[in-house]
């Protein structure tokens, strides 16, 4: 199947801080990456859709200007989670859509973020 | 809007079958999909159907789908331990590239 990275697989910071979250989908370009959040022995829920070389669509009640999200390339999308608190720490699962094989959403391994 | 819904828990012998089950409320979605995630992982993609299809196999994979009764589910033959993990069903939103998740089912295989 299609491989996507995330980089780091996890991050500790302290409070106030921000910490960057990458998403690089490695053997197809992706028009459409998505980011998602899980808590633990939960579903996942959407946070964006990140569209390249255009403003993120946030699903309703996620911060934009707390979780910036950039898509400068077609295989490259950036969380940014800023200004980071403890509720904010949870595993941050991207994805990258694939047009061409039933709009099939391949998945990286998540970022387990926890913030002190 | 759409609602996804799972049971939460299944347990089985190791060697028998396994069904997990999955209903979806919106009759329009087009592609319906089963991911497999283990302990701090992502989500493997393991199989995908079009809504025109009633059954996909694929190798000890069987996905079964009643478009009437907007029921999804996921058949794994000769379940083996290591197919222990959870395991979600999503549906792609008509008109959106977005999925709707259901909740997940734990599966544990016994030996």
């Known amino acids: 199947g299609a491989v996507v990275s995330q980089h780091p697989s996890w991050v500790i910071c302290k409070s106030g801080t921000s910490v960057k979250i990458e998403c690089r989908s490695l053997d197809f370009q992706a028009t459409t990456m998505f980011w998602y959040r899980q808590f633990p022995k939960q579903s996942l829920m959407l946070m964006a859709t990140s569209n390249e070389g255009s403003k993120a669509t946030y699903e309703q009640g996620v911060e934009k200007d707390k979780f910036l999200i950039n898509h400068a390339s077609l295989t490259l999308s950036t969380l940014t989670v800023t200004s980071a608190h403890p509720e904010d720490s949870s595993f941050y699962i991207c994805?990258?859509?694939?047009?061409?094989?039933?709009?099939?959403?391949?998945f990286g391994p998540g970022t387990r973020l926890t913030v002190l | 809007g759409e609602d996804v819904e799972q049971s939460l828990f299944l347990s089985v012998r190791e060697g028998d079958s396994s069904v997990i089950n999955c209903t979806y409320t919106?009759?329009?979605?087009?592609?319906l999909y089963w991911y497999k995630q283990e302990p701090g992982a992502g989500l493997q993609l393991l199989t995908y159907?079009?809504?025109?299809?009633d059954m996909k196999q694929d190798q000890r994979l069987t996905v079964l789908l009643n478009k009437k009764d907007k029921h999804l589910s996921l058949r794994i033959a000769d379940t083996q331990t290591g197919d222990s993990a959870i395991y979600f069903c999503?549906?792609?939103?008509?008109?959106?590239?977005?999925?709707?998740f259901g909740t997940g089912t734990r599966l544990k295989v016994l030996a």
């Open positions: 919106d009759s329009s979605s087009t592609y």
């Open positions: 994805s990258a859509r694939n047009p061409s094989r039933a709009d099939t959403q391949y």
């Open positions: 999503a549906v792609l939103t008509s008109g959106t590239y977005k999925y709707i």
């Open positions: 159907i079009f809504s025109n299809m």
